[in-house]
């Protein structure tokens, strides 16, 4: 049950676009259409941004999409703002559990 | 609105068990909708998931701490609690209770809470 695999930094202007890859197996990206990510400022609980790969929960900008390709999945933020600078974690069902990505740091220059 | 918080000893010695325990506000631990879940974070690392119950008594654990892990659920109280035996100080970590759909996302989270792993 090896972590999923995200670079460990990106980084964009406001206004510009990034995208975000979060790399598994068919054991648990792969298999199921249980993606989800998490958005953590430091000292702060995570919060919950898609789900189900690419669904928003009531209140996440639209900005904030979600998408799968075989063993890889990707969150992509555009029209970056200031307040998106955090950490960010995916997570993928691997049948009657589930595995975190290793987070990665996002900054806005 | 649903909320949890977290609460339990800060210090726990070596080769004791840590337990925690979360209590739900807002909100029913019986609730058809939701798991009830762990997820930890040592400093300046990221998050494990450490396992889930359902309000029945349903437990999944993650494999590597399957072993160590006990999560029991107090429906009279509205909590659910975490019990990791054997600490080491690769324990030490903030811990995290949170609500879980159906589709294993973590929805609502508590605030956590640091528990250091020390003699």
Same mark, same amino acid.
């Given at each position: 049950?090896?972590?999923?695999?995200?670079?460990?930094?990106?980084?964009?202007?406001?206004?510009?676009?990034?995208?975000?890859?979060?790399?598994?197996?068919?054991?648990?990206?792969?298999?199921?259409?249980?993606?989800?990510?998490?958005?953590?400022?430091?000292?702060?609980?995570?919060?919950?941004?898609?789900?189900?790969?690419?669904?928003?929960?009531?209140?996440?900008?639209?900005?904030?999409?979600?998408?799968?390709?075989?063993?890889?999945?990707?969150?992509?933020?555009?029209?970056?703002?200031?307040?998106?600078?955090?950490?960010?974690?995916?997570?993928?069902?691997?049948?009657?559990?589930?595995?975190?990505?290793?987070?990665?740091?996002?900054?806005?220059? | 609105?649903?909320?949890? &918080?977290?609460? #339990?000893? /800060? %210090?726990?010695?070596?080769?004791?068990?840590?337990?925690?325990?979360? =209590?739900?506000?807002?909100? +029913?631990?019986?609730?058809?909708?939701?798991?009830?879940?762990?997820?930890? &974070?040592?400093? #300046?690392? /990221? %998050?494990?998931?450490?396992?889930?119950?359902?309000?029945?008594?349903? =437990?999944?654990?993650?494999? +590597?701490?399957?072993?160590?892990?006990?999560?029991?659920?107090?429906?009279?109280?509205?909590?659910?609690?975490?019990?990791?035996?054997?600490?080491?100080?690769?324990?030490?970590?903030?811990?995290?209770?949170?609500?879980?759909?159906?589709?294993?996302?973590?929805?609502?989270?508590?605030?956590?809470?640091?528990?250091?792993?020390?003699?």
């Amino acid at each position: 049950q090896s972590a999923l695999t995200q670079p460990r930094s990106v980084s964009g202007s406001p206004g510009q676009s990034v995208t975000i890859s979060c790399t598994g197996t068919s054991s648990d990206v792969g298999g199921y259409n249980y993606v989800s990510w998490y958005q953590q400022h430091p000292g702060k609980a995570p919060k919950l941004m898609i789900y189900d790969v690419n669904k928003r929960p009531s209140g996440v900008p639209d900005r904030f999409s979600g998408s799968k390709s075989g063993n890889t999945a990707s969150l992509t933020i555009s029209g970056l703002q200031a307040e998106d600078e955090a950490d960010y974690y995916c997570c993928s069902y691997a049948g009657s559990y589930t595995v975190f990505g290793g987070g990665t740091k996002l900054t806005v220059l | 609105q649903l909320q949890l &918080q977290e609460s #339990g000893p /800060g %210090l726990v010695k070596p080769s004791e068990t840590l337990s925690l325990t979360c =209590t739900i506000s807002g909100g +029913s631990i019986s609730s058809s909708s939701y798991y009830w879940g762990w997820i930890r &974070q040592p400093p #300046g690392k /990221g %998050l494990e998931w450490i396992g889930s119950i359902y309000y029945s008594g349903s =437990t999944y654990y993650n494999p +590597s701490l399957k072993s160590r892990v006990t999560i029991s659920v107090d429906t009279s109280k509205n909590q659910f609690s975490l019990k990791l035996s054997s600490v080491t100080a690769a324990d030490t970590a903030v811990y995290y209770c949170a609500s879980q759909g159906v589709e294993w996302e973590l929805r609502t989270w508590g605030q956590g809470t640091l528990v250091t792993v020390s003699s």
